[in-house]
C-alpha cells in the first residue's frame, strides 16, 4: 500500500492528472434493477395497503394486527421513496459526461461540476464497504446483494467545501445534484463511485484523491474513522477544516 501511495504522489507531483470514465454497463444494469425494485416495491405496497384496508373495513383485525400491517406499509413506502431517490442519482450518472472524475494535485473535479480547488476543500471522507458487504451471511447478504443491485453504494466520498455557493451557480448536468451548498456559503459533496465504475477503479480513485489531499494538506478520513458523519459535516459547515494526520 505504502508503495502504491508513493507511485500516486510520483504520478501528481509530475503535473499529470488521472481521470476515470464512466462504466454505463454498471449504472444500466443497476438501472434496470432498481426499476424492477420500485414496480415490486410499489405493487406489495399496493397489496397489502389494499388488505390493510379491507380489514379496517370489516374489522376483521385485532390492534395487533394493524399495526404490524401498517408498519409493513410504511417500511414498504420507505423503502420505495428510497428506490426512487437512488433511481435520480444513477439517472445523473448514467447522463454525466466523461470523464467521470479528474483527479490534480491542484483541482478535483466531477462531471458537471467546476474544478474544485483543493484550497476550498476542508476534509475527505472516504467509505468503502465491499469487505463488510462480502462477510455478511443470510438474509443480512442478501438484502445487502439486493441494495446494491437497486443503486446502493459500497465505495464513496464525501467533502466539505469552501465557496460551496459558487461551485454550485456553476454547476450543471453530471454529478451537480450532489453538490450541496448551505449557509455561508459552506456545503459539501457526496459522490457514489461504484455506481460508475468498478470497484478497482473506485479504489484507485479513492487512493489518487487521498494522496492529492495530503499534498494539499487537506485531512482526509478513511472508512474506519469517519463513522461520525454528522459530527463531521457539522464541523464542515462551521467552515472548520480536518487536520492532516
Known sequence: MADAVEQWRDYLTSGRSFAVSADRSITEAKLRANRTGIIFAAALAALVLAGFILLLVTDAGRLVTYLLVGLFVISLLVVLLRLVGVRKRL????????????????????????????????????????????????????LKRAAVRT????????????????????????????????????????????????????????????????????????????????????????GERTPRA
Open 91 to 142: 439517472r445523473a450518472c448514467a447522463s454525466a459526461a466523461d470523464p467521470l472524475v479528474i483527479v490534480t494535485a491542484e483541482s478535483l473535479t466531477f462531471s458537471g461540476v467546476p474544478p474544485i480547488l483543493w484550497r476550498d476543500v476542508l476534509g475527505v471522507a472516504a467509505s468503502d464497504l465491499v469487505d463488510d458487504y462480502a462477510a455478511a451471511v443470510g438474509v443480512n447478504r442478501w
Open 151 to 238: 443503486g446502493g453504494a459500497m465505495i464513496g466520498l464525501t467533502m466539505g467545501l469552501e465557496r460551496a455557493k459558487a461551485y454550485k451557480a456553476g454547476a450543471t448536468g453530471g454529478l451537480a445534484h450532489d453538490l450541496v451548498a448551505v449557509t455561508d456559503g459552506n456545503g459539501g459533496i457526496s459522490v457514489f463511485l461504484d455506481n460508475a465504475m468498478s470497484i478497482d477503479q473506485a479504489r484507485q480513485v479513492v487512493t489518487a484523491i487521498k494522496v492529492a489531499a495530503w499534498l494539499n494538506g487537506v485531512g482526509f478520513l478513511a472508512a474506519n474513522q469517519a463513522k461520525d458523519g454528522a459530527e463531521i459535516a457539522a464541523k464542515w459547515l462551521k
